[in-house]
């Protein structure tokens, strides 16, 4: 890929006036048009580029023996091994290193699985996704590649670990420094990829550790089993650290929102997951009654955030509609006879809908709102089984919260 600019006066131009720019230096041209804008968000981005490959590579790829840094101690349970690990430091001069224990794909040739090399990655648009589908958790708001950080970086080292060997690689601004070399052999296997943000593209070179970290702790709740730690050694007074593993995943997330509410009280969180091949992908599903009214559904496909909503969250809120009206007919509660569509159904649920999808079709400018139809139908259908059963198990419970919902109908 590369960018067609114009240059000249604005009253006419011809071929000669044409510039193609081609690779890096299309990139280093409008890195705004790659990483969203040359401010704070950039930097961020490339972070998320890097990290979003990492936490791809050990989720589907495995994970071997632990190589980072891992001595976070902040929110989450960082201590098991789960789905494998994810080590993120902002360094003292600058950097940011991300290292995972992934199966540490090799530099110059495709292994057994296919795909592109990491040269390939790192120097060109064309090498093509190293993984597709479901498989793919989307960390940062665009997938731009590793090609799009290195050309932006200052520096970039990688490091390969894998079959008792250790190899580096080293760039400037997108260009290789030197080939790749061996460097001494090495315990388990991952990557290691360490970069600058060039100061002569960024106004802020430097990344929020709060910023990070947030958006870490949400790609580990709805990875269960996926450890992520950040490490800022920028600070004077001395590094800081979180870790993050969510056994439990979204039943973790739901009722880590209710504890930010301050209630106190031990959350009755219900969740599911569930396989569906008419939709080509899984759903995990957690709500909690709350006593607010006021509704709050978190949507997410392939770990992307649905501000918008979008198909999952309506087939969502179609099956707590269906589940509460059929509980209240079979037992002739109060609620029978309410309007299915009628949104303030959800009015005190606190959830979060979980889709990832082989083909996700994202709707709109910024891809905050889900397309997929037989999404619909899909979610509906497992919502209002699950929790039709959950009301049977929990006749109490669920008499409570079907004659809330009525009367708080009732009262509007």
């Known amino acids: 890929m590369g960018g067609v600019f114009v240059s000249g006066e604005s009253t006419g131009y011809d071929a000669a006036d044409i510039e193609v720019l081609e690779g890096r230096e299309a990139i280093r041209k409008r890195p705004g048009m790659w990483v969203g804008s040359t401010g704070e968000r950039g930097p961020h981005q490339m972070v998320f580029e890097v990290v979003g490959r990492a936490v791809n590579q050990v989720l589907v790829g495995g994970s071997g023996s632990r190589n980072g840094n891992g001595n976070g101690n902040g929110n989450g349970s960082g201590s098991g091994r789960g789905s494998g690990f994810v080590d993120v430091t902002l360094t003292s001069d600058g950097g940011v290193r991300v290292a995972d224990d992934g199966p540490g794909r090799p530099f110059e040739a495709a292994g ?11 120097t060109s648009f064309h090498a093509g996704p190293e993984l597709s589908g479901r498989n793919i958790t989307d960390v940062g708001q665009f997938r731009a590649g590793l090609f799009v950080v290195n050309a932006l970086s ?9 079959e008792g060997g250790h190899r580096v690689h080293e760039y400037a601004r997108g260009v290789e420094v030197a080939t790749p070399a061996a460097v001494g052999s090495a315990t388990g296997s991952g990557t290691t990829i360490a970069f600058w943000p060039d100061s002569e593209i960024f106004e802020t070179p430097r990344c929020s550790f709060a910023v990070l970290a947030e958006r870490f702790r949400q790609v580990a709740f709805l990875n269960r089993g996926l450890g992520i730690s950040l490490t800022d050694e920028r600070p004077a007074g001395g ?7 969510f056994p439990e995943g979204v039943r973790d997330f739901v009722a880590a929102l209710d504890a930010e509410t301050g209630s106190g009280v031990q959350p009755d969180v219900v969740g599911f997951e569930r396989e569906d091949p008419r939709m080509a992908g899984t759903m995990e599903v957690a709500l909690l009654w709350t006593g607010s009214r006021e ?13 918008e909503g979008g198909t999952h969250v309506d087939g969502f809120r179609d099956g707590v509609a269906a589940a509460v009206i059929a509980y209240a007919r079979d037992r002739g509660l109060p609620g029978a006879d309410l309007d299915p569509r009628d949104g303030r159904i959800c009015g005190s649920l606190m959830a979060v809908v979980s889709v990832k999808l082989d083909h ?15 999404v619909r139908d899909c979610v509906g ?31 509007d």
């Open 112 to 122: 057994e699985s296919g795909g592109p090399d990491l040269e390939a990655l790192l």
């Open 154 to 162: 200052s520096r970039l080292t990688a490091e390969v670990r894998g």
């Open 239 to 245: 590094a800081r650290a979180v870790s993050f593993r």
């Open 295 to 307: 509704e709050r559904i978190l949507g997410f496909a392939n770990s992307r955030a649905t501000r």
């Open 360 to 374: 996700p079709e994202f709707l709109g400018a910024t891809r905050g709102l889900l397309g997929n139809t037989d």
């Open 381 to 411: 259908e497992a919502v209002r089984e699950h929790l039709g059963n959950w009301f049977e198990e929990q006749p109490e419970r669920a008499s409570e919260f079907v004659d809330r919902i009525v009367r708080g109908i009732h009262q």
